[in-house]
């Protein structure tokens, strides 16, 4: 069988994300080591994208807050205002920022919008969250 590379895969173990540029060699994406002792240990073990025991396809997840909704937080130059966000925080403190986010929202439900649209902005920003935790 024919692969196109580059293939990206991520190992049902665990959870890393590998783009392959051949059977059995390819790059951590996601690394999440403190070492690269670490990460060579783990280059090591790798087997062929093949095996569908450890490896299965990866789809990069949709991003939540960026759709054609969002076109009102687009700033000078066409970018919105959350991608400036990510270039400027950590993973860590924008998932606070939605975790907090979703909370305000909850804790004021029907006070500004309707509970129904108010809801919907709890579960975009949940799932913001939960779109930065797959980044991991």
Known sequence: MSHKYPLIMKSKAWGRVVKFDGLTSGVVLDTGYSS??????????WLPHTD??????????THPLLNSDSSHYRM????????LMEAMFTREELMAW??????????????????????????????????????K
Do not use: F, H, N
């Not at 690269?36 to 073990?45: A, M, N, S, T």
């Not at 025991?53 to 997840?61: A, H, Q, S």
């Open 36 to 45: 690269l002792y670490d990460l060579e240990q783990y280059v090591r073990c």
């Open 52 to 61: 569908d025991t450890i490896w299965e396809p990866y789809t990069t997840p």
């Open 76 to 83: 000078t130059g066409g970018v919105e205002a959350i991608e």
């Open 98 to 135: 939605a975790k907090l986010t979703a909370m305000k929202y909850r804790l004021r439900i029907g006070d500004k919008d309707s509970p129904e649209k108010e809801i919907k902005k709890i579960k975009t920003y949940e799932a913001y969250y939960k779109y930065l935790e797959e980044l």
